[in-house]
């Protein structure tokens, strides 16, 4: 429930609740608790709505799943195929 | 006794962690060193001139992709956007005295600023689409970036056969005024630096400023390193993607202005692979694929040491093919140890 849909009675209502909860009647404080849980939902459905359009963002490294261990070894492999690339190459230019 | 072989335990996993992390400059630097070895005239002003003058305007787009990879995102159309705009460019740009060009009905030099923001606007209006695609519609930036390069080649294509010749002969004989911008230069402590040089350092600056000093930058990092997070602080998520899309949009207009005058000559395949040159220079600069980690000096880094590789490998005259296949485990490398990073952090 928005502020622009609230008549001038729940406003009252909230300030009254704000300056002395307990000089409101049961039926005051039943209908403020029902706004407050049509509010709290309300929020609650926008937030996973939020959630639901994030989900589609993935990022590139979400599906990594190899250890530390395991990338060190790709890591010393690489480095040594860039090397052994390089020296060919400069091998081969120079003869 | 125990306590020295704990030590000393700590000390080697330090250093081998030193080692991992920074494997990539080491090899680089060793390659580097192994040129120069054989080749010593390698390292000459001219040679480091040249490897930085190279560096400058493809620097330039890796300013404007590092922020979309910190937003853990990429670009693959940066180089055809580049094509796209270069050729408009060189086409306003053409010599009035020059009977092939591409509008004859320009009869008189254009105002260099002409050709700049129309170059800056093209290359923007398609970037600001890519950002669209990824803010608004949640499609993944490879996607959405590599169906515009493609549409973007397609116009390059039928943007430089629609000349007057009726071939697709290359964009040439520039007004004077265009090329001097760029190859021109200016004398600094004894030494001729080329005006396109002090471009890359102006814009690392500004890029530096955007990153680090503003609003957008700093809502760039939060969306890059958790968008979640980010959306429910406040940050609009949206506003900022759209925001960093575009500035990378300015920086491939200006990028593309930039090489225009520097190569000369513009033709369809003007452009081609510049992307994976801005995006490994980006990786080997420490901007991190999962987003949310990066810095402009790390960008100039990467930048200038992928150039220098490269330079060096063509100085000795390295089987072209063979650099592409060193270029692509560079990469690999560069990527992997990004991902150990990341390992390392989760």
């Given at each position: 429930m928005t502020k622009d849909l609230q008549t001038p009675n729940d406003k009252l209502i909230e300030t009254a609740a704000k300056e002395?909860?307990?000089?409101?009647?049961l039926e005051e404080r039943e209908a403020l608790l029902k706004k407050k849980e049509a509010d709290l939902s309300k929020k609650e459905s926008e937030i996973e709505a939020s959630k639901v359009n994030l989900r589609f963002r993935y990022k590139l490294?979400?599906?990594?799943?190899?250890?530390v261990k395991t990338m060190n070894i790709v890591i010393v492999v690489l480095v040594i195929a860039l090397l052994l690339l390089v020296a060919y190459g400069i091998y081969d230019a120079r003869n | 006794m125990e306590k020295a072989i704990a030590k000393s335990k700590v000390d080697k996993r330090k250093v081998s962690e030193f080692l991992l992390t920074y494997a990539l400059y080491f090899i680089l630097g060793i390659i580097l060193l192994v040129v120069i070895i054989i080749e010593?005239?390698?390292?000459?002003l001219t040679n480091l001139i040249n490897i930085l003058k190279q560096a400058s305007t493809k620097g330039i787009l890796a300013l404007g992709c590092a922020g979309l990879i910190v937003l853990a995102g990429t670009d693959l159309s940066l180089g055809r956007i580049l094509g796209l705009s270069a050729a408009v460019t060189a086409s306003i740009v053409q010599?009035?005295?020059?009977?092939?060009?591409?509008?004859?009905?320009?009869?008189k030099p254009v105002p260099l600023i002409v050709p700049l923001l129309v170059s800056i606007v093209i290359a923007t209006a398609i970037s600001a689409f890519n950002g669209f695609g990824v803010?608004?519609?949640?499609?993944?930036a490879f996607i959405v970036t590599l169906g515009t390069s493609l549409i973007a080649y397609g116009i390059t294509c039928i943007y430089v056969e629609n000349q007057a010749m009726g071939s697709a002969m290359a964009l040439s004989t520039f007004d004077l005024r265009f090329t001097n911008i760029v190859n021109g230069t200016i004398k600094l402590f004894g030494v001729q630096i080329p005006y396109v040089i002090l471009y890359f350092f102006l814009a690392s600056f500004i890029m530096y400023i955007i990153w680090n000093k503003t609003t957008l930058g700093k809502n760039m990092f939060a969306v890059g390193g958790n968008e979640e997070a980010a959306a429910v602080s406040g940050v609009n998520v949206t506003k900022t993607i759209m925001g960093v899309y575009i500035i990378a949009g300015i920086a491939y207009g200006i990028g593309a202005f930039l090489e225009a005058a520097r190569v000369q000559s513009v033709s369809?395949?003007?452009?081609?692979n510049y992307e994976l040159d801005a995006i490994s220079a980006c990786v080997i600069g420490g901007?991190?694929?999962?987003?949310g980690v990066g810095n402009v000096p790390g960008i100039m880094v990467g930048v200038i040491i992928l150039q220098a590789i490269n330079y060096s490998l063509y100085y000795l005259d390295v089987n072209a093919y063979l650099q592409f296949i060193v270029k692509g485990v560079i990469i690999i490398l560069a990527v992997s140890i990004d991902v150990r990073k990341y390992l390392k952090r989760k």
């Open positions: 002395d909860p307990a000089a409101l009647t490294y979400d599906r990594v799943n190899v250890s | 010593p005239k390698f390292l000459s010599s009035v005295t020059y009977a092939s060009r591409y509008y004859p009905q320009i009869t803010a608004k519609l949640h499609l993944h369809t395949s003007t452009g081609f901007i991190s694929f999962s987003g």
